[in-house]
């Protein structure tokens, strides 16, 4: 299939996942690296807190939090 035709179908709203080969998909610049950072007691239970209010992990919070404001910086460097 062409992409045209695929992003069409996407963009349409059709389920394409017949179209993909999930065995290889990957996600550039995604690379996972591991960091270690240490928090203070009291940052590790407020985000414990603010995980379980949302009901997610704390290494999601996390990453959702530092990826926002990462972003920020970049649109007003931008």
């Known amino acids: 299939m ?24 990957r996600r550039p610049a995604r690379e996972q690296r591991r960091v270690n950072v240490d928090f203070p007691a009291w940052m590790v239970e407020a985000l414990d807190d603010e995980a379980r209010r949302l009901g997610v992990t704390r290494q999601a919070i996390i990453k959702v939090w530092l990826a926002d404001r990462l972003e920020q910086r970049r649109d007003s460097a931008a």
Do not use: Q, S, W
């Open 2 to 25: 062409k992409t045209e035709n695929f992003d069409a179908r996407f963009d349409e709203g059709e389920d394409v996942t017949a179209y993909l080969d999930i065995d290889k998909a």
